[in-house]
């Protein structure tokens, strides 16, 4: 299952926008266009479903960091998202929120969940209800979180959940400790990564270990394996590169030790092989060779498609939602026009534009997405910037 369309209102950079979404989406605009904050609505959906709506909205500072400073008189929170299972729309999940006037905490205005069947909606859920009426601070708590409450949706529950986002930060791997002196889980800049790899099971964290090195070999020739130890002195796991070298033993260095694009390429592909869910990628092309940006989409592909022969068994396609800025990554030919949402900043909030059929014709022809829509996502007027321009 993935998602298939969005709808948003006055969630940060964004007043009022709506898109379809492919299984592999390429967010494309310039910068504080609104990339990151659009890969955030998913990771939102995920923690309410994990961690419950209080702390999903503390986390980003309270409803009025959330609502778009261009909302006026509808200062509700809408997101909408459509759910679709081969291709085909089964689930629409809507959440409006608002702020408790009283106690200054995230409340929850409307929530309905409606199941798409061939011979017309369904409704599941649809509050405010009774129980809210009489109950008013159920409101405070989506019916998502709720494991009685979401029995009869619990698949998007589980979707949400299965929401996975990396932007890993090469710093944070090596020392973790210097960025937060409590353990953190799941954090997608890298603080527990190497964790997460030595907690997974034996036998599948080398599976993926082998498969990650067998792909490194391309970009780093000397590389002859890769595994994970744990240090017996204070029990943390660390990542082991076994390179040639003209001694008889391959010379082993750590993560301290990984150049940046080394770590954010094993990151990258760990990410890959790790879950089902939908995958947020946030500018993958960061410390990494233009040659490897380039062929990003297509090892995409490749490690699904390898994973699947070696462990014998077909994985479902999964969906990957990219932001970038980079030429090299969209100059994949195989990337389509449905694959592609351009986010334009405007006074009233940012845009979502989708290509139009001159777009289309072009991509169709042959060219790719760096040459046709990536070149509109310049900042305007900077080819006239001079720093120091005299007035």
Request: glycine share 4%.
């Amino acid at each position: 299952m993935h998602f298939s369309h969005i709808r948003i209102r006055n969630w940060r950079n964004f007043k009022k926008v709506e898109a379809d979404l492919a299984r592999r989406v390429f967010l494309l605009g310039p910068n504080a266009s609104g990339k990151s904050n659009l890969l955030d609505v998913f990771r939102f959906l995920s923690e309410l479903a994990r961690d419950g709506l209080r702390r999903a909205v503390e986390r980003r500072g309270g409803i009025a960091s959330l609502r778009c400073l261009s909302a006026r008189s509808v200062p509700d929170i809408t997101l909408e998202v459509v759910l679709a299972d081969d291709d085909a729309p089964r689930w629409r999940y809507c959440l409006v929120l608002n702020r408790d006037p009283a106690h200054h905490t995230p409340r929850v205005k409307r929530e309905t969940v409606v199941r798409l069947d061939p011979d017309g909606e369904v409704g599941i859920l649809s509050r405010p209800d009774d129980a809210d009426a009489q109950d008013p601070i159920r409101l405070s708590q989506t019916a998502l979180e709720q494991i009685i409450a979401n029995r009869p949706f619990r698949v998007i529950a589980d979707l949400f959940k299965s929401v996975s986002y990396l932007h890993l930060v090469p710093q944070v791997v090596r020392d973790p400790r210097s960025f937060s002196a409590l353990p953190v889980a799941n954090d997608p800049f890298g603080r527990d990564f190497l964790q997460q790899v030595w907690s997974t099971t034996a036998r599948t964290r080398d599976a993926r270990l082998r498969l990650i090195a067998q792909v490194l070999r391309q970009a780093i020739p000397q590389l002859e394996g890769l595994e994970i130890e744990q240090d017996p002195r204070d029990g943390v796991p660390h990542l082991i590169g076994k390179y040639e070298h003209w001694r008889p033993n391959a010379a082993r260095h750590n993560e301290a030790q990984f150049s940046d694009g080394t770590l954010r390429l094993v990151g990258l592909l760990w990410a890959l092989l790790d879950g089902n869910g939908p995958l947020l990628l946030e500018e993958p092309e960061l410390s990494l060779h233009t040659e490897i940006v380039r062929r990003i989409p297509d090892l995409i592909e490749q490690v699904r498609r390898e994973a699947a022969r070696k462990w014998k068994k077909k994985l479902p396609e999964r969906q990957i939602i990219i932001s970038t800025h980079s030429r090299e990554l969209t100059s994949d030919e195989g990337i389509a026009a449905e694959e592609v949402l351009e986010l334009r900043p405007t006074p009233e909030g940012t845009r979502i534009r989708v290509p139009d059929d001159t777009d289309r014709q072009l991509l169709a022809a042959g060219l790719p997405v760096s040459e046709v829509i990536l070149p509109r996502t310049r900042p305007e007027g900077f080819a006239q910037l001079d720093l120091f321009s005299t007035p």
